[in-house]
């Protein structure tokens, strides 16, 4: 039987989501949803992950489960073609989690990256709590439950799908070949991989408060176009300006198509003319903004527009996640059998079993 392809990704329920989501993974998972390529495609919020970090803060993760459903649904999710679930609605992930966390030693999750680099963020040092330690545990369990194939993700999930193959390889050697081993799909193009924040800080994130929203209006999007990071040199218009870190042109090279100068920018043929003429001098930053302003809002209309019209009716959201939570259970159950089995504690199916003890004690 060929192998079925199958998607699983998700994100935590901590805050609405942003641009930096949506060229790092979102607008991809909406166009592998539509290629028609994949056989099952789920896409999980990640409640129980959220906690593992947030058990002090509950409420921005119970506020937060429909914030992040209603911008999948407005980005073009398709609850027909992409099972959506809530993680903490699914208990054999638990389950699948327990045994697997005696397959990986502390000191390998110690050396996890993307984990060291948020024990510092979140100054977890001296008092990490165990189930952050070991989220990247219950992750594998997420994405193997489901027979995931394919995994897109923003970059810095790489160490997650690194752990995630070690575990499903020790398993398969260990006790029987059931485990699918994934592949991550990251972006090809490398400023979408990490969008940098308004302020041109590295990283687009709610904690920064560097962000444009998915769901943020056409003022405030203006607003921060306008306010944007972009050569603190170029003081005058007839000043020689930098592209190079200049957070105006770096959301150019992520989002600009030929066709809008066409529409918004006539007098340039392409993003090279427009960054010579600023390098040159002569060029403002008004005039760039305006122009990434136009795009951005050509690229975010149509999302806030579909937001919208969800929002007139959130119980049929909250409906879609229960009947996606559903549906992810059943194939979770049956996966969870074939993991018990491989492990052999399904005693109550393994007639070999019973009847050797049988046997045993009816000499
Ligand atoms: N850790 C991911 C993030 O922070 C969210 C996530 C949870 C996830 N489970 C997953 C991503 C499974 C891909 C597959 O963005």
């Known amino acids: 039987m060929k192998k079925e392809k199958i998607i699983l990704t998700g994100d935590r329920p901590t805050g609405r989501l942003h641009l930096g989501h949506y060229v790092g993974s979102l607008k991809r998972r909406v166009e592998l949803q539509n290629s028609g390529e994949f056989d099952k495609i789920y896409i999980e919020i990640a409640d129980s992950q959220a906690i593992t970090d947030n058990s002090h803060n509950l409420d921005k993760v119970r506020q937060n489960v429909i914030e992040v459903a209603l911008d999948y649904l407005a980005c073009g999710i398709d609850p027909e073609k992409t099972t959506i679930f ?28 993307t984990i060291k680099e948020e024990i510092k963020l979140r100054g977890f040092q001296n008092s990490i709590p165990a189930g952050f330690l070991t989220y990247p545990v219950s992750q594998a369990a997420d994405i193997t439950l489901f027979d995931a194939t394919d995994v897109p993700v923003g970059e810095d999930q790489l160490p997650m799908l690194e752990q995630t193959r070690e575990i499903v390889r020790t398993f398969n050697r260990l006790y029987d070949e059931v485990l699918v081993e994934p592949e991550a799909r990251i972006p090809e193009n490398d400023i979408c991989s990490r969008l940098p924040g308004l302020d041109g800080k590295a990283k687009m994130s709610k904690s920064l408060g560097n962000c444009i929203y998915l769901s943020d209006s056409e003022e405030e999007i203006k607003k921060k176009v306008m306010g944007m990071y972009t050569d603190p040199d170029h003081l005058r218009v007839e000043d020689p300006g930098k592209v190079e870190g200049n957070t105006v042109f770096t959301y150019l090279d992520a989002f600009c198509k030929e066709e809008h100068f066409e529409k918004y920018l006539p007098e340039y043929k392409n993003l090279d003319e427009l960054k010579d003429h600023y390098k040159r001098g002569g060029l403002g930053d008004v005039k760039i903004k305006k122009f990434l302003n136009e795009i951005l809002q050509e690229e975010l209309a149509p999302i806030r527009k579909r937001r919208e019209e969800y929002q007139k009716d959130i119980r049929k959201v909250y409906q879609i996640l229960e009947e996606g939570s559903k549906k992810a259970r059943e194939a979770g159950s049956k996966k969870i059998e074939e993991v018990k089995k491989a492990i052999g504690i399904n005693y109550f199916e393994d007639q070999d079993l019973i009847n050797s003890h049988v046997e045993k004690y009816n000499k």
């Open 86 to 113: 809530v993680q903490s609605q699914i208990p054999e992930l638990c389950e699948l989690t327990f045994y697997y966390l005696n397959l990986v030693t502390l000191s390998r999750l110690e050396r996890n990256p």
